[in-house]
T-cell receptor, first 116, second 111 residues
Framework: GAVVSQHPSWVICKSGTSVKIECRSL??????MFWYRQFPKQSLMLMAT?????????EQGVEKDKFLINHASLTLSTLTVTSAHPEDSSFYIC????????????FGAGTRLSVL | SQKIEQNSEALNIQEGKTATLTCNYT??????LQWYRQDPGRGPVFLLL?????KEKRKERLKVTFDTTLKQSLFHITASQPADSATYLC??????????FGAGTRLFVKA
């Protein structure tokens, strides 16, 4: 399967700071990347869909100014959690998708964010 | 409303037995359905995709069925091993590029 690298895997930050999470598809060009949030024992909740070279499409209830997504190339998308607060603490997961690879999402390993 | 339901209770089985996990959905007409495996603290890993015109799909010890009339998919692991212990997620496409995931079922295989 395809390889998607997500970095960092774990981050602890102070309340009010911003945190950037990177998602890279290492062996294919991802026309679309997705960002999810997952709480313990719960399903993956889609936050936004990111297409290369265009603005991300956010799901209802997700603050665009809070969760900044950039998809500058076919292999890199970033999620920046701005002015993080303890309630933003969660497990964030990205996935990369390309029609050329079938209708399959290839996931990163996830980032555990803890805001103190 | 649209829902994907997986058994929220953990499934405990003995090594060597067949594990069967259920995924039911309502108010969707997906063109395909997928199963993923997720280990604690990790991202999901794709296992199998089955299309609406396929009744069954196999991959090694895995078998998936898809009944569009019952709106149900069954996921089987034969000759289960402790290494199969994980959470298994059902996912379907509501149209477009999105994928909607179930909450998953935790499987424990005891040696």
């Amino acid at each position: 399967g395809a390889v998607v690298s997500q970095h960092p895997s774990w981050v602890i930050c102070k309340s009010g700071t911003s945190v950037k999470i990177e998602c890279r598809s290492l062996d294919f060009q991802a026309t679309t990347m997705f960002w999810y949030r997952q709480f313990p024992k719960q399903s993956l909740m889609l936050m936004a869909t990111s297409n290369e070279g265009s603005k991300a499409t956010y799901e209802q209830g997700v603050e665009k100014d809070k969760f900044l997504i950039n998809h500058a190339s076919l292999t890199l998308s970033t999620l920046t959690v701005t002015s993080a607060h303890p309630e933003d603490s969660s497990f964030y997961i990205c996935s990369a998708f390309s029609r050329d690879r079938g209708n399959i999402q290839y996931f990163g390993a996830g980032t555990r964010l803890s805001v103190l | 409303s649209q829902k994907i339901e997986q058994n929220s209770e953990a499934l405990n089985i003995q090594e060597g037995k067949t594990a069967t996990l259920t995924c039911n959905y309502t108010n969707y007409s997906p063109a395909y359905l997928q199963w993923y495996r997720q280990d604690p603290g990790r991202g999901p890993v794709f296992l199998l995709l089955i299309r609406e015109n396929e009744k069954e799909k196999r991959k090694e010890r895995l078998k998936v069925t898809f009944d569009t009339t019952l709106k149900q998919s069954l996921f089987h692991i034969t000759a289960s091993q402790p290494a199969d212990s994980a959470t298994y997620l059902c996912a379907l496409d509501p149209g477009g590029f999105k994928t909607i995931f179930g909450a998953g079922t935790r499987l424990f295989v005891k040696a």
